[in-house]
């Protein structure tokens, strides 16, 4: 009887004198590791490239250009007293409430008004303590005023005047606060110093680029068609005066442009002269203009001034 290890010498003997009947058997578990192994690393590289390459981040910022200010004069006022309800403050806040809140807030200030349906976060309950933003006291309604609330439909109403968001934060809190807590004199005090109540303000006026710039090129439209209409009816004139025009001007465009921009010339020769020799070659006038007889001048400024 054969032992172990003469048994294994046999079949080590056997695999060597037949090669091919042994790869025969083993290639099918070769094939199957192998394409175990591909799959692996395919899916390893896919994991790979996903990770190298940078999620996109959608563009989020949002460009805006400056809202249109007009320029007035804020009065000031004694923040210490106008905090003191009266009668007057109520009224005119409850006028402003009926105008720019109620829509929104509600007659009965619960925040249920028809321009509330799908406002997200919905308006202030005022009625309710609970989830104020800045609060209810006059100083932290009077910010919510002049600044609004960003993320939410509440803008700044900034345009209205202090005294007028004291009257509006007065009414709002004597009719629909419970309980409304009271301001203290630093609070107040702060207040003032924040928004210069007491030393009122004179706002200069402002305007947006786009705004402006749409101004300049609807100027500029407008003196082109009236350069153009103004050269257009003294071509198509024949009289002496017209010919006079044309002897003086190298471009006609150009002269009735600097016309068109100049004050005071219909009223006074002299300043017609003064205008139209002192930037002769430069303003449309050639230098025949220096040799015109005062005759002359006085009928080119008459017939100019008809166009003008």
Request: aromatic residues 8%; contains cysteine.
């Amino acid at each position: 009887m054969l032992n172990l290890k003469e048994l294994y010498n046999r079949k080590i003997e056997e695999i060597k004198a037949q090669p091919v009947k042994v790869f025969v058997l083993v290639y099918p578990y070769i094939l199957v590791m192998g394409l175990v192994i591909g799959i692996i690393y395919a899916n390893n590289l896919n994991q790979t490239a996903r990770a190298a390459v940078p999620a996109a981040v959608p563009d989020t910022v949002k460009v805006t250009d400056l809202k249109v200010v007009q320029p007035k004069i804020v009065p000031p006022i004694d923040i210490l007293a106008a905090a003191k309800p009266t009668p007057e403050l109520i009224s005119k806040g409850e006028k402003i409430f009926s105008t720019v809140c109620q829509s929104c807030h509600g007659t009965d200030g619960t925040g249920n008004g028809p321009g509330a349906t799908g406002l997200n976060p919905a308006p202030r309950n005022f009625t309710s303590l609970q989830g104020w933003k800045n609060g209810p006291k006059i100083s932290q309604i009077y910010k919510t005023l002049q600044e609004g609330i960003p993320g939410s439909a509440m803008v700044a109403y900034d345009y209205l005047l202090p005294e007028e968001k004291i009257g509006l934060a007065q009414y709002i809190r004597q009719t629909f606060v419970p309980n409304p807590p009271m301001d203290t004199p630093d609070e107040l005090s702060l207040l003032d110093q924040t928004y210069q109540l007491s030393q009122g303000q004179v706002i200069s006026a402002q305007i947006p680029v786009e705004a402006a710039h749409n101004i300049l090129i609807s100027e500029s439209v407008g003196l082109v068609k009236k350069v153009k209409d103004i050269t257009t009816q003294i071509d198509s004139d024949t009289s002496i005066a017209a010919k006079l025009f044309n002897q003086v001007t190298s471009n006609q465009e150009k002269a009735v442009t600097s016309l068109l921009k100049s004050a005071g010339w219909k009223e006074s020769q002299q300043q017609f002269i003064n205008l139209v020799v002192n930037n002769v070659n430069q303003n449309g006038f050639n230098g025949r203009a220096l040799n015109l007889k005062a005759g002359e001048w006085n009928s080119l400024q008459s017939y100019l001034s008809r166009y003008f």
